[in-house]
Every structure is written in structure tokens, then in C-alpha cells.
């Protein structure tokens, strides 16, 4: 070739679109490839949430989806401990058989799910749905239940949904415990969180031991003692009430109860608490006067509350910040918003008995579609459906489409009620909330010769082996059961302790997306396209479950050929099939994804297969969403607006606006009848009356400092990448450490230490670092991972979790105290 020919022959780049994978964000990114490689990473424009946006650790996105990590034979543990590889008809066979075993022999309740989806994959957990159900497993959970879970239970006692702030427009942001410089959680962060700092007229309070990044740039930054926050914020709320900047007007047109909430807080003594959380008194009313006199407030909090003291009471509280001073429903205030897919059945109510009212209105729209679908294909209504049971059988059947399509993930699966009406673990008795058992509660529901203790785990997408407390624990509890399969493209700490591995395709190798769709009042959601083809061994997870299910024979042939001939002649075809028979089998409606998949599916070009599943999610959230979606622009009746919103989906590279709102519209959202709020909930204002005399540090002589077990930095993304070389900076994951408790021991900067729990023992890397408070230290979250390397296995960093123990959390909503763990640090004797 002749050298100088180079210069004017343009090389042909392949790009694709995709999104980030590494935090909830999941920002639209373009992806240069290089053969199997991803060469270079950009901000996608086009996507309507990120708009371009990247922070810097989507650029080397690579090192997740090639390197010596990827698996791509099923692997089973054999006696000795060793893992033997397998081929996926051998795997997949045993499993079916040892399953089907443990529902003869003990009920599928005692088949536990775990995961399901990180920050990036939720298509595998909206199938495996399907499994559940075909094996009858009642009992799931995964990651959000030890962090979100007590906020979604107070949220749903207060206006039964999530809320987020319009942070782009607010005057005032707060941030509790919640770091968005490094994780981010809302749309181009970095930038915003800059903007604000330099304008005049905003005003950020961040609520935070440290001096985390966010804090540097706060106008108030409210450096509270380790666990203080339940004082702080109450002292905050105390000063609104006292000093009179409360909005009447708001809570009196859209509340319920403030007589017994003004009550508790009229008596609270502020000096008396900003002792104890360690902030002085006038900080505390200058952010608090900030808060009342502004003319939109959003707030956040985050890890540093939500896995510390008194979470779900804090998360009560906070929310009195901004409910008192009427911030919502405005520009630049609170929201609660639309969902593609509810990520979890709702913090409390819901359920069969006691539907929400969105599970009342999805029921009604749905059977309407239904019997719209039903007049247009009135041959297939079995003629037991049709009279004079019609509108029960519609009933019926929708009533169960919406039991197991709405909460795709993690939703409330069919347990009967015990006493008290809540739902409680089959073991211990914690409750659960939004349908996920507490994460600190599972090896007590394993370990035990209990009659209903799990017997078998599936894990899909997850890592608690490295992401619950007490890792030591899981890992016995583990080797307990009768069977545990983990589902994942890396041989994790989790795999390690499996009975069986199946090597899942990797995030770029299918069709992913996220159900983290909060955005508001234009909501995006985002299906991305295969980039790569699967690598040779992997499956995608739909086709994992299609085939055990398969081998379960749950559904008869005919029926798949009927809806699959249905499927082909078109959309509404296919959808009034589908409702005819799942209005005789109400069952088809828990099998659904399992059957789009095989019916639907076949339909769609080969590799998109996997987001038949979608169908079901777009008709729910038309279904729930009637105006939003029209606004969006997906109108028409019965099944058309789902089956238009469903065929935007898969068309778009970039993802799709599929709910438009307005801010008169919010209310509607507010699940209560009289869509107000109940601002009275007894249990945590009982205990925001009996503060003043509660304990408020945990720690010892023998363990005299707070370990921040987990804090989020520059080159961390949970466990998702697990190449130490990704980390241009902190490669070893140091312990950040205040001088002065270093200095006393006689520790230096860049000194490897010993550092001691009630749980564990760890070498650290120390790093002196002004950021931390004395008596408070942290450690990052995601090192201590295994990384092939040439002489083996290589661990970089430490694993928190070998460090926690699960007794530490939070007594409402079971979730850990990783943010509080009693330390010590000692110097190594060599
Ligand atoms: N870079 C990066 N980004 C991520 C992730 C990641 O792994 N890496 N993970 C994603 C996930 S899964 C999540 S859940 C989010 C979490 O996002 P964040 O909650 O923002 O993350 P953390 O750094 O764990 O904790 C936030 C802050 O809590 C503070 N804190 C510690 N103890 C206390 C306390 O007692 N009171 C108060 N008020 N604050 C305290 C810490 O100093 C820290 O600055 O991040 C997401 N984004
Ligand atoms: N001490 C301490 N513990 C913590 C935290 C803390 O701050 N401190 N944070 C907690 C929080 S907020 C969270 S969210 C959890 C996260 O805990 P987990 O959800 O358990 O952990 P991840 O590291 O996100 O696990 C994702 C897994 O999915 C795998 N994976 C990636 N892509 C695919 C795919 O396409 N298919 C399949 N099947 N698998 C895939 C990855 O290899 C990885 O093993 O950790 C929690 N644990
Ligand atoms: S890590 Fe999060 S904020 Fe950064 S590019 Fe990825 S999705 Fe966006
Ligand atoms: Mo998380």
C-alpha cells in the first residue's frame, strides 16, 4: 500500500448507541468499535435525559466488556470444591430437575430470588418473572432493599410514590448524606452542581461528615457528626415550625394531620440538638431560614443516611423539610412521577387487598382494553369467559395482568397476609417492603433448621457475597442451601460459592435497559440495541429462563402456535389473543414474558428477541399513564397506545419520551383519594418525640471510630468493572483517615495499617485526607474484588463487607449501617 494513499482514505469507524452502565444515570453514550472492541466512548446528544454528558468513568467502558474476567462456559461446583465445565443442556437440565425437586419436596416459596439487574440491566429480572412464577417462588429482594426501602416505606405512608426534585430549576438544593459530584443519580450533575455554586441567587445545603466534593461547593455545608442526622434534620424542621416558615396555605389545602406534627416539633429544644448531631445552632437556622424563605426547594438524600442510625427516620424527616414549606408540584420543587416499569410493588399498601389507587386505575384501563380486544376477537373468548361472567372474567384476568406485569421488577409477589396485615419474612418475621425481603435479614432466613427456611437461591446480576454485610455469613448461608445458580458475566466472589455458574451475554451483547425512569415532567425510557454478537458460550438471560421454562413444560404448544400465528398477522391481532386467554387462564398473565418471548418474540429480528417483554411493560404504562402517554404522543384506543409507544421503543437509538406531564398533573400521582398528604406516621413521630434522650453513638473504647463502610469515588461503579487497571487514580482503594486520628497512632501518610471491626480485620492503604472529620474514616466501595492476572488471581483493595456485620441496621426497614461501622485502626507491627 502506498503510504501517502492514508491521508485521504477516511477508515471507516463503526459507531453505535448505547448508554453507560455504571451508575443509574445511564447516560447515552456513542461507542467506537474496533472489531470486538470498544474503542472510544462519547456523550450521545441525541439522548433526551444525558444530552451528551459523560463523567469520566464511561470511558473506558471496555474493561467491562473484554478481559480475562468474561465467562462463557456453565460451570458446576463439584465435591471437592473445584467447578467443573459443563455444557448448557447438561447445566440446564440438572438445574430444572433440582429445582422442580425442591418444589415437590419442601414449595416453591422456599425458592429465594436475589438481583435481577444493576445499574444497567433490567430486562433480566422482568423475565425471570416468569420462572418465578412457574415455579411458585413468593419471596425476592435485591440491592435496593439496604438502601431504599425504609424512604419507600415512608413514602408510601405519606403519598404512596417515589419522589424526586426538579434540581435543574430549584433555588435551593439540599443534599443529605448524598454526594452527587461522584454519584451523580440525576441528569448531568457535574455541571449543575457547578452552575449553582456560581450563582448568586441558589443556594446548596449539603448535609455530610465530610468534606465530600458536593460540600466544597455547598453555601451551607452542614458537617454533622457520624449518625447525627436524626437530630440535625429534626432541629431543622424544629426552626421551620418555630420560626413560623412553614407554608398554612399549602398545608391546608393538601394535608393531613399537621396539628400532631406541629405538636412534636414546637417542643423541640435546638440548641439541646445541635449538641448532640454536632452542628452549631446557628448553622442549623440559617440553612433552616434558607429552606423556609426560598421559592423552590428540592432535597435528596442518599447512602449516608439511608445506611446509617435511624435511616428510615431521617428519610421521614427530610421529607418534612420540603412537604411544611409547600415545596411541590412548582418548577424547581418536589415530584412524584410516571414509571416505564415500578421498580418495586410501592412502600406500603398495594397488593390484591389493598390496591394503590394506580393499581386501581391500570385495572380499570386494562379492562377496558381487554374487552375492546375482546369485542375485535370474540371467537377467542373461551364461551366459559364469555356470559354472564364477562366482566368478572375481565376482572379477574386483569387483576392478574396487572399483579404480575406492573411490578416487572421486584413487584409483590403472592404472599398470604400474616397477622397485623403486613407482609413479614417466612423465618424471622421482618417486614417487607415493596416486595423485597431485608437484605440483613436473608442468612437468618437461611441459616436455621427452621421449616420454611430457603432452600434454594437463584442470583442473577448481583454480587452479595462482596455486597451484603457480614460477607463471611452469606458465604456459610450459601453453602447451606440445597441449591444456589448465580447468572453472571464474571466469575464473582458470589460465583465462587455457587453450585452452578451460567455465563450470562454481557450488557452490549443484547438488548438492556433500566427501569430507573424518575425523570419528570418528561420521562425517558431507553431500550438499547445489541452492539456486539453474544460471545461464543454466553446466553442473554431471557433465553436462560425461555429454556428452563421450556423444560417445565408449564404452557402447551398449541397455545404458544395460536398466539405466535397471532403475533405474525399484527400487533392487535396478537394483544386481543393474549388477553382472551389469559381472561380463561388468568396464570398466562404471571407466565407473560416468559410467553412474549416465545410468541412475540418471533416477531422481532432474532437479537431483539429479548424485549418482547416490553410489550407488556408499554400497554401497563399506557394503561396507568393514559394522559401522559398522549401527551407523549402515543394516543389511539384500546391496545394502541402501548402497541405505538412498544414500536417507538424498539425504533429508537436513543431513547423515548414516553410520558409528558405538566405540573398541575403531579397530583395525580398522589395515590391516596383525597391526593393529600398523610403527614402523620405514629411510629416515627413517636420516636422524633423521644429523641431527645435516645442514643446517639454506637462506638467503644475498644472500637472508638465511625467507618464509612463503602463511599462512593472518582473510579468506583460498584463491582461492575473489576479491572484494578481502571483506576487511573486510588488503585488501591485507600482508607481516608482525618491526621489527627492517624498521627496519635503513629500511622503515616501512604502507611499500611490494620483496621479492626467487630467483624473483620483488613490491611489498609492509609490516606491522610482533609475531607474526613476526626473519628470518622472511609473506605471506597467495589475494591477487594479478584481480577485474573498472569501468576493467578490478583485482589486489589478491600472488600467492605468482610468488615460489617448485619446486626447493625435499621429497625423499621432491616437495611445496614454501612455508613457507621465501630472501627479501630491500628498500626502494623512488622
Ligand atoms: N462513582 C460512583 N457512583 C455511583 C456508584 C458507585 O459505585 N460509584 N454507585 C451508585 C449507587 S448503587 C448508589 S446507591 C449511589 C450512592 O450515592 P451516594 O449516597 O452519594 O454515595 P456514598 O459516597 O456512598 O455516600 C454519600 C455521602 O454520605 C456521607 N456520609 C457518611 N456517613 C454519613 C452520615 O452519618 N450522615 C450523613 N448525612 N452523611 C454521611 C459520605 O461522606 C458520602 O459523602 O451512587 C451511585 N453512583
Ligand atoms: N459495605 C457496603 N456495602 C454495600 C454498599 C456500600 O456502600 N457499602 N452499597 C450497596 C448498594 S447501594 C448497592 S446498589 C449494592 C450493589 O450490590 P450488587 O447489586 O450485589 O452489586 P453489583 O456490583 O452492582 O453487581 C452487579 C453484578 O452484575 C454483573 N453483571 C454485569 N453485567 C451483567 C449482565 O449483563 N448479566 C448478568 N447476569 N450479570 C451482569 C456484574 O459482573 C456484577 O457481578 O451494594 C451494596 N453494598
Ligand atoms: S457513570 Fe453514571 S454519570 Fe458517569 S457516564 Fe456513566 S451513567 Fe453517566
Ligand atoms: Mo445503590
Same mark, same amino acid.
Given at each position: 500500500m502506498?503510504?501517502?494513499?492514508?491521508?485521504?482514505?477516511?477508515?471507516?469507524?463503526?459507531?453505535?448507541?448505547?448508554?453507560?452502565?455504571?451508575?443509574?444515570c445511564?447516560c447515552?453514550?456513542?461507542?467506537?468499535?474496533?472489531g470486538?472492541?470498544?474503542?472510544?466512548?462519547?456523550?450521545?446528544?441525541?439522548?433526551?435525559?444525558?444530552?451528551?454528558?459523560?463523567?469520566?468513568?464511561?470511558?473506558?467502558?471496555?474493561?467491562?466488556?473484554?478481559?480475562?474476567?468474561?465467562i462463557?462456559?456453565?460451570?458446576?461446583?463439584?465435591?471437592d470444591g473445584?467447578?467443573?465445565?459443563i455444557?448448557?443442556?447438561?447445566?440446564?437440565?440438572?438445574?430444572?430437575?433440582?429445582?422442580?425437586?425442591?418444589?415437590?419436596?419442601?414449595g416453591?416459596?422456599t425458592?429465594f430470588f436475589?438481583g435481577?439487574?444493576?445499574?444497567?440491566?433490567?430486562?433480566?429480572?422482568?423475565?425471570?418473572?416468569?420462572?418465578?412464577?412457574?415455579l411458585?417462588?413468593?419471596?425476592y429482594?435485591?440491592?435496593?432493599?439496604?438502601?431504599?426501602?425504609?424512604e419507600?416505606?415512608?413514602?408510601?405512608?405519606?403519598?404512596?410514590?417515589?419522589?424526586?426534585?426538579?434540581?435543574?430549576?430549584?433555588?435551593?438544593?439540599?443534599?443529605?448524606?448524598?454526594?452527587p459530584?461522584?454519584?451523580?443519580?440525576?441528569?448531568?450533575?457535574?455541571?449543575?452542581?457547578?452552575?449553582?455554586?456560581?450563582?448568586?441567587?441558589?443556594?446548596?445545603?449539603?448535609?455530610?461528615?465530610?468534606?465530600?466534593?458536593?460540600a466544597?461547593?455547598?453555601?451551607?455545608?452542614?458537617?454533622?457528626?457520624?449518625?447525627g442526622?436524626a437530630?440535625?434534620?429534626a432541629?431543622?424542621?424544629?426552626?421551620?415550625?418555630?420560626?413560623n416558615?412553614?407554608?398554612?396555605?399549602?398545608?391546608?389545602?393538601?394535608?393531613?394531620?399537621y396539628?400532631?406534627?406541629?405538636?412534636?416539633?414546637?417542643?423541640?429544644?435546638? =440548641?439541646?440538638?445541635?449538641?448532640?448531631? %454536632?452542628?452549631?445552632?446557628?448553622?442549623?437556622?440559617?440553612? *433552616? &431560614?434558607? /429552606? !423556609?424563605t426560598?421559592?423552590?426547594?428540592?432535597?435528596?438524600?442518599?447512602?449516608?443516611?439511608?445506611?446509617a442510625?435511624?435511616?428510615?427516620?431521617?428519610?421521614?424527616?427530610?421529607?418534612?423539610l420540603?412537604?411544611?414549606?409547600?415545596?411541590?408540584?412548582?418548577p424547581?420543587?418536589?415530584?412524584?412521577?410516571?414509571?416505564?416499569?415500578p421498580?418495586?410493588?410501592?412502600?406500603?399498601?398495594?397488593g390484591?387487598?389493598n390496591?394503590?389507587?394506580?393499581q386501581?386505575?391500570?385495572?380499570?384501563?386494562?379492562?377496558?382494553?381487554?374487552q375492546?380486544?375482546?369485542?375485535?376477537?370474540?371467537?377467542?373468548?373461551?364461551?366459559?369467559?364469555?356470559?354472564?361472567?364477562?366482566?368478572?372474567?375481565?376482572?379477574?384476568?386483569?387483576?392478574?395482568l396487572?399483579d404480575?406485569l406492573?411490578?416487572l421488577?421486584g413487584?409483590? =409477589?403472592?404472599?398470604?397476609?400474616?397477622? %397485623?396485615?403486613?407482609?413479614?419474612?417466612?423465618v424471622?418475621? *421482618? &417486614?417487607? /417492603? !415493596?416486595?423485597?425481603?431485608?437484605?440483613?435479614?436473608i442468612?437468618?432466613?437461611?441459616?436455621?433448621?427452621?421449616?420454611?427456611?430457603?432452600?434454594?437461591?437463584?442470583l442473577?446480576?448481583?454480587?452479595?457475597?462482596h455486597?451484603?454485610?457480614?460477607?463471611?455469613?452469606?458465604?456459610?448461608?450459601?453453602?447451606?442451601?440445597?441449591?444456589?445458580?448465580?447468572?453472571?458475566?464474571?466469575?464473582?466472589?458470589?460465583a465462587?460459592?455457587?453450585?452452578?455458574?451460567?455465563?450470562?451475554?454481557?450488557?452490549?451483547?443484547?438488548?438492556?435497559?433500566?427501569?430507573?425512569?424518575?425523570?419528570?415532567?418528561?420521562?425517558?425510557?431507553?431500550?438499547?440495541?445489541?452492539?456486539?454478537e453474544?460471545?461464543?458460550?454466553?446466553?442473554?438471560?431471557?433465553?436462560?429462563?425461555?429454556?428452563?421454562?421450556?423444560?417445565?413444560?408449564?404452557?402447551?404448544?398449541?397455545?404458544?402456535?395460536?398466539?405466535?400465528?397471532?403475533?405474525?398477522?399484527?400487533?392487535?391481532?396478537?394483544?386481543?389473543?393474549?388477553?382472551?386467554?389469559?381472561?380463561a387462564?388468568?396464570?398466562?398473565?404471571?407466565?407473560?414474558?416468559?410467553?412474549?418471548?416465545?410468541?412475540?418474540?418471533?416477531?422481532?429480528?432474532?437479537?431483539?428477541?429479548?424485549?418482547?417483554?416490553?410489550?407488556?411493560?408499554?400497554?401497563?404504562?399506557?394503561?396507568?399513564?393514559?394522559?401522559?402517554?398522549?401527551r407523549?404522543?402515543?394516543?389511539?384506543?384500546?391496545?394502541?397506545?402501548?402497541?405505538?409507544?412498544?414500536?417507538?421503543?424498539?425504533?429508537?437509538?436513543s431513547?423515548?419520551?414516553?410520558?409528558?406531564?405538566?405540573?398541575?398533573?403531579?397530583?395525580?400521582?398522589?395515590?391516596?383519594?383525597?391526593?393529600?398528604?398523610?403527614i402523620?406516621?405514629?411510629?416515627l413521630?413517636?420516636?422524633?418525640?423521644?429523641?431527645?434522650t435516645?442514643?446517639?453513638?454506637?462506638?467503644?473504647?475498644?472500637?472508638?471510630?465511625?467507618?464509612?463502610?463503602g463511599?462512593?469515588?472518582?473510579?468506583t461503579a460498584?463491582?461492575?468493572?473489576?479491572?484494578?487497571?481502571?483506576?487511573?487514580?486510588?488503585?488501591?482503594?485507600?482508607?481516608r483517615?482525618?491526621?489527627?486520628?492517624?498521627?496519635?497512632?503513629?500511622?503515616?501518610?501512604?502507611?499500611r495499617?490494620?483496621?479492626?471491626?467487630?467483624?473483620?480485620a483488613?490491611?489498609?492503604?492509609v490516606?491522610?485526607?482533609?475531607?474526613?472529620?476526626?473519628?470518622?474514616?472511609?473506605?471506597p466501595?467495589?475494591?477487594?474484588v479478584?481480577?485474573?492476572?498472569?501468576?493467578?488471581?490478583?485482589?486489589?483493595?478491600?472488600a467492605?463487607?468482610?468488615l460489617t456485620?448485619?446486626?447493625?441496621?435499621d429497625?423499621?426497614?432491616?437495611?445496614?449501617w454501612?455508613?457507621?461501622?465501630?472501627?479501630?485502626?491500628?498500626?502494623?507491627?512488622?
Open positions: 502506498n503510504p501517502g494513499d492514508t491521508k485521504n482514505r477516511s477508515v471507516p469507524v463503526l459507531s453505535k448507541k448505547s448508554a453507560c452502565i455504571l451508575c443509574e445511564n447515552g453514550v456513542i461507542l467506537d468499535l474496533d470486538g472492541r470498544i474503542a472510544k466512548v462519547r456523550g450521545d446528544k441525541d439522548h433526551p435525559a444525558s444530552e451528551g454528558y459523560t463523567c469520566e468513568k464511561a470511558m473506558r467502558l471496555d474493561l467491562y466488556q473484554n478481559g480475562p474476567h468474561r462463557t462456559t456453565p460451570m458446576r461446583r463439584e465435591p473445584s467447578y467443573a465445565e455444557d448448557w443442556d447438561t447445566a440446564l437440565d440438572e438445574i430444572t430437575a433440582k429445582l422442580l425437586g425442591i418444589k415437590e419436596q419442601h416453591g416459596e425458592i436475589y435481577g439487574g444493576g445499574q444497567g440491566n433490567h430486562l433480566g429480572s422482568a423475565n425471570a418473572v416468569a420462572l418465578r412464577a412457574a411458585g417462588s413468593k419471596f429482594s435485591n440491592a435496593l432493599a439496604q438502601e431504599k426501602t425504609g419507600m416505606w415512608v413514602d408510601g405512608k405519606l403519598y404512596g410514590g417515589h419522589t424526586k426534585g426538579d434540581f435543574e430549576n430549584a433555588e435551593v438544593l439540599v443534599f443529605i448524606g448524598k454526594n459530584w461522584q454519584s451523580h443519580s440525576f441528569p448531568r450533575a457535574r455541571p449543575l452542581l457547578k452552575a449553582v455554586s456560581k450563582d448568586p441567587n441558589k443556594s446548596m445545603v449539603v448535609v455530610d461528615p465530610r468534606v465530600s466534593e458536593t466544597a461547593l455547598a453555601d451551607h455545608h452542614l458537617q454533622v457528626r457520624p449518625g442526622d437530630w440535625l434534620i432541629a431543622m424542621v424544629a426552626v421551620l415550625v418555630q420560626e416558615l412553614v407554608d398554612q396555605q399549602f398545608i391546608n389545602e393538601h394535608t393531613t394531620g396539628e400532631q406534627v406541629r405538636e412534636v416539633f414546637s417542643t423541640i429544644d435546638v =440548641p439541646a440538638f445541635a449538641d448532640i448531631c %454536632g452542628v452549631p445552632e446557628e448553622q442549623i437556622r440559617s440553612a *433552616a &431560614r434558607r /429552606i !423556609g426560598a421559592r423552590s426547594v428540592c432535597v435528596y438524600e442518599d447512602l449516608g443516611i439511608q445506611q442510625p435511624n435511616s428510615t427516620l431521617v428519610s421521614y424527616l427530610n421529607k418534612m420540603w412537604m411544611l414549606t409547600g415545596n411541590f408540584a412548582r424547581g420543587t418536589m415530584f412524584l412521577h410516571s414509571s416505564f416499569v421498580l418495586a410493588g410501592g412502600g406500603s399498601g398495594g390484591k387487598k390496591p394503590t389507587t394506580m386501581r386505575a391500570q385495572r380499570r384501563v386494562i379492562a377496558k382494553a381487554m375492546i380486544a375482546a369485542a375485535t376477537a370474540a371467537d377467542l373468548i373461551p364461551t366459559a369467559a364469555r356470559t354472564p361472567g364477562m366482566s368478572k372474567g375481565v376482572e379477574r384476568g386483569s387483576r392478574a396487572v404480575v406492573s411490578p421488577v413487584g409483590p =409477589p403472592k404472599v398470604s397476609n400474616s397477622a %397485623g396485615g403486613a407482609r413479614r419474612t417466612p424471622t418475621g *421482618a &417486614r417487607i /417492603i !415493596g416486595g423485597l425481603i431485608p437484605c440483613n435479614s442468612t437468618e432466613e437461611i441459616l436455621t433448621d427452621h421449616p420454611k427456611r430457603f432452600r434454594a437461591m437463584w442473577d446480576s448481583t454480587n452479595p457475597a455486597s451484603l454485610p457480614d460477607s463471611k455469613r452469606f458465604r456459610q448461608a450459601m453453602r447451606q442451601l440445597d441449591l444456589t445458580v448465580v447468572v453472571d458475566v464474571a466469575f464473582t466472589e458470589t465462587r460459592n455457587a453450585d452452578y455458574v451460567l455465563p450470562a451475554a454481557s450488557q452490549f451483547e443484547k438488548p438492556e435497559a433500566t427501569f430507573f425512569n424518575f425523570e419528570f415532567p418528561h420521562n425517558v425510557f431507553h431500550l438499547r440495541k445489541p452492539v456486539f453474544p460471545l461464543p458460550g454466553t446466553l442473554a438471560e431471557p433465553e436462560i429462563y425461555a429454556q428452563i421454562i421450556r423444560r417445565m413444560d408449564v404452557i402447551d404448544k398449541a397455545t404458544l402456535a395460536k398466539l405466535r400465528t397471532a403475533a405474525h398477522t399484527g400487533r392487535n391481532t396478537f394483544g386481543a389473543t393474549f388477553m382472551a386467554l389469559t381472561l387462564q388468568p396464570r398466562f398473565a404471571q407466565l407473560a414474558p416468559y410467553i412474549l418471548y416465545e410468541t412475540l418474540g418471533d416477531t422481532l429480528p432474532e437479537n431483539m428477541r429479548g424485549a418482547a417483554v416490553l410489550w407488556g411493560a408499554a400497554q401497563m404504562c399506557a394503561a396507568a399513564n393514559p394522559e401522559a402517554v398522549a407523549a404522543g402515543f394516543t389511539g384506543v384500546g391496545l394502541a397506545p402501548g402497541n405505538a409507544l412498544f414500536d417507538r421503543i424498539l425504533e429508537s437509538d431513547g423515548v419520551v414516553f410520558t409528558s406531564d405538566t405540573w398541575d398533573t403531579v397530583w395525580n400521582y398522589v395515590t391516596r383519594k383525597d391526593r393529600r398528604f398523610t402523620v406516621i405514629d411510629e413521630l413517636e420516636q422524633t418525640r423521644n429523641l431527645a435516645a442514643r446517639s453513638s454506637w462506638t467503644t473504647d475498644e472500637f472508638p471510630l465511625v467507618l464509612a463502610a463511599e462512593r469515588r472518582a473510579f460498584n463491582t461492575i468493572i473489576r479491572n484494578p487497571d481502571w483506576r487511573r487514580r486510588d488503585r488501591d482503594g485507600a482508607l483517615v482525618n491526621v489527627s486520628d492517624a498521627s496519635t497512632l503513629g500511622i503515616a501518610d501512604g502507611d495499617a490494620r483496621l479492626v471491626t467487630s467483624g473483620g483488613a490491611e489498609v492503604l490516606e491522610y485526607s482533609d475531607m474526613m472529620q476526626p473519628g470518622n474514616i472511609a473506605l466501595n467495589g475494591l477487594g479478584d481480577f485474573p492476572d498472569a501468576d493467578g488471581t490478583a485482589i486489589t483493595g478491600v467492605p463487607n468482610e456485620t448485619a446486626d447493625l441496621r429497625e423499621f426497614a432491616g437495611t445496614p454501612h455508613k457507621y461501622v465501630p472501627a479501630r485502626l491500628e498500626p502494623l507491627t512488622t
